[in-house]
């Protein structure tokens, strides 16, 4: 039975390898930046990294598997700005409310980056699917920043309660079922109920 191998993991290369792979994945970075995810032609992604399409297929099993890594790559670029410009506001729900307004703004500005989410929470491409889970370390270290103390089990509930909302606000957006506007007062409510809500009910306890 011919065995037929996946893509190696990027750890695994050489430098030259590496930096071939990274000159496709910031060609198509700079592709979908410019267009939707359904409009990139991959041979028009191979020829501006300057590559063989064959060459491009050895790094990436499909076009899924290759804006797995886009979008990494620009989840990483959000973050990292994130990092540079802490959360501002002086209470937790504050904190949050920043860092999930900044999330909103880099979609709005962007929305083409969420229409590959879509595409990649129904994704069969198992590298694809891998990469996209690999995003939830990186979308915790972000909230994390807001957080006023450690990831313990409600905190973890409240990422993902707000994760949920913001991901069910946009997708309406996308699909120009709700506005912007509704995306960020569903966040500003959900971050209310979970804050107030909560330290109210406590109270009456």
């Known amino acids: 039975m ?6 190696p993991a990027p750890e695994s290369l050489r430098s030259d390898q590496l930096a071939r792979r990274q000159r496709i994945v910031r060609a198509g970075l700079k592709a979908l930046a410019g267009s939707d995810y359904e409009q990139v032609k991959i041979s028009e992604v191979a020829r501006d990294s300057g590559v063989a399409l064959g060459t491009l297929y050895r790094y990436f099993t499909s076009k899924e598997h290759l804006f797995a890594a886009v979008f ?10 994130l990092e540079r410009e802490r959360p ?18 880099a979609f709005q500005l962007q929305p083409q980056f969420f229409r590959v989410v879509m595409m990649l929470e129904a994704t069969t491409d198992p590298y694809a699917a891998d990469l996209y889970q690999s995003l939830a370390v990186q979308s915790r270290e972000t909230l ?14 409240i990422y993902v309660t ?24 569903n966040i500003d409510n959900a971050v209310r109920l979970v804050y107030e809500y909560g330290s109210t009910a406590t109270e009456s306890n």
Do not use: C
Not at 93 to 101: E, G, T
Not at 144 to 157: E, I, L, N, Y
């Open 88 to 105: 501002a506001g002086e209470t937790e729900a504050d904190r949050l409310r920043d860092v999930f307004h900044r999330m909103v703004r």
């Open 2 to 7: 011919l065995q037929i191998d996946g893509p």
């Open 162 to 185: 707000l994760n949920a909302v913001l991901d069910e606000s946009l997708r309406g957006w996308v699909m120009n079922r709700v506005t912007i506007e509704d995306v960020y007062a």
């Open 144 to 157: 994390g920043m807001a957080f006023a103390g450690p990831f313990d089990d409600d905190r973890s509930a």
């Open 72 to 81: 990494v790559e620009w989840h990483g670029a959000l973050k990292k700005k």
